[in-house]
């Protein structure tokens, strides 16, 4: 390799957002309509995702697998995090995760805290950037208990540094598919709810602290009306388990409560 070549930046590198390529269009193509006949999802609201511009869809997180039924669901490309590891095995089982999780819109981050955390809230900020729709959890993590807790307020800062519109998402039942300490996948009836879009910059600008956490609460109540959870009132604070939300807590760090 030369010189000039290891010099080069990454898009990433660059303050580019990677956007998803063939793999992500054959994977959606394939996956898609097999997903919504096994599972035969009710969907409503898809007509209030804006087909073009920046926009978080913002949902409650009941299982790991509400990462496929998002994606899978959403009328346009939908891309969140995932972490790193998932990108950079080798061998067979290396190719199937990274082409996996490329597939359904995933954009690999580098787990941890501090400097780490802060990296995975950018890689965010610049999927939005290039006018692309972003998936997040603002509880931080899945519920165990099926209640609805107290959204974390990185979401406030990526929409309102962005200008991006938020539409809350509902989703009901997805926890029956893979309960809690299984690994199996059930075939159980779903529903994905898409509410109206929400415009945060009333609240005020990133910087203020009372500006997230009422943008925060906003997209939480859309949230809790189309599930119809009981509300926690408090954060969730259990462990990350499963596989893709496991870096949820470090993408919103406390301190953008």
Request: charged residues 20%.
């Amino acid at each position: 390799m030369t010189n000039d070549a290891e010099a080069a930046e990454t898009p990433e590198e660059a303050g580019e957002a990677k956007r998803p390529g063939l793999v992500y269009f054959l994977g959606y193509g394939i996956m898609a309509p097999i997903a919504r006949f096994v599972f035969r999802p009710t969907i409503t609201g898809r007509e209030n995702i804006p087909k073009t511009g920046r926009v978080i869809l913002a949902s409650n997180h009941l299982s790991f697998i509400d990462s496929l039924v998002i994606p899978l669901t959403a009328p346009r490309r939908v891309q969140f995090l995932a972490k790193s590891t998932y990108f950079t095995g080798t061998g067979l089982k290396g190719w199937i995760s990274r082409t996996f999780f490329t597939s359904i819109g995933a954009v690999g981050v580098e787990r941890g805290a501090g400097q780490a955390a802060q990296d995975a809230l950018d890689a965010g900020r610049r999927i939005l950037e290039s006018d692309s729709a972003f998936a997040i959890y603002p509880e931080g993590t899945r519920s165990l208990d099926g209640r609805l807790y107290k959204g974390r307020t990185g979401v406030a800062w990526l929409a309102l540094t962005t200008g991006a519109v938020v539409v809350p998402v509902g989703l009901i039942g997805t926890q029956e598919i893979q309960p809690v300490g299984t690994k199996g996948i059930r075939i159980r009836k779903v529903t994905v709810k898409f509410g109206t879009p929400i415009d945060v910059s009333t609240h005020g600008s990133a910087e203020s602290g009372k500006a997230r956490r009422l943008a925060t609460d906003e997209i939480m109540a859309a949230i809790h009306e189309l599930s119809g959870q009981e509300l926690a009132g408090v954060y969730n604070e259990s462990p990350p388990a499963g596989t893709l939300h496991k870096i949820a807590d470090k993408v919103f760090p406390r301190e953008r409560r």
